[in-house]
């Protein structure tokens, strides 16, 4: 299964807090099960680690967050850098294009996109695999909502 995650480029949403140079998912706005202050960003990826079933990690982002994602999550994903903004379809389609070429991912591999700000439970992650087994199941779609 492959993950696509989307990071936008913009950063109007929390304005004045967030900006184009610093968007909102690198703002340390969070807490860690230990009470350290972490980023959209970090959370996500670190809910992703602990289920362990990607075969890879893929972010979309501009070129403008590159240094920060580097900063605050190393380099353990692939990074497919939009040139401009062209919101979400064009993203989901270019990290697609790049699965295939330059993964050489199957037409028939489970891809799972989603974006880097939400704020859901370590069980949301756990229960994409259940996604994955749905689509191998035959499904040719699925959806996994939270409330």
């Known amino acids: 299964m492959h993950l696509i995650i989307l990071s936008g480029v913009s950063g109007k949403r929390l304005w004045p807090l967030s900006n184009e ?41 501009g070129k403008a967050q590159q240094d920060l994602l580097e900063l605050q999550i190393g380099r353990e994903y692939n990074l497919v850098i939009e040139k401009e903004r062209r919101d979400t379809f064009p993203s989901i389609a270019l990290a697609c294009s790049y699965l295939i070429s330059e993964l050489s991912a199957d037409l028939g591999d489970v891809v799972c996109v989603i974006p880097v700000d939400s704020y859901v439970e370590d069980k949301y992650f756990e229960d994409l695999q259940r996604l994955a087994d749905g689509i191998e199941q035959g499904y040719d779609y699925m959806l996994l909502g939270v409330r």
């Open 21 to 61: 140079v610093r968007s909102k998912q690198f703002l340390k706005l969070l807490k860690d099960a230990d009470g350290n202050p972490v980023s959209m960003v970090q959370r996500v990826f670190g809910q992703i680690k602990k289920t362990g079933v990607w075969d890879s990690v893929n972010v979309v982002s």
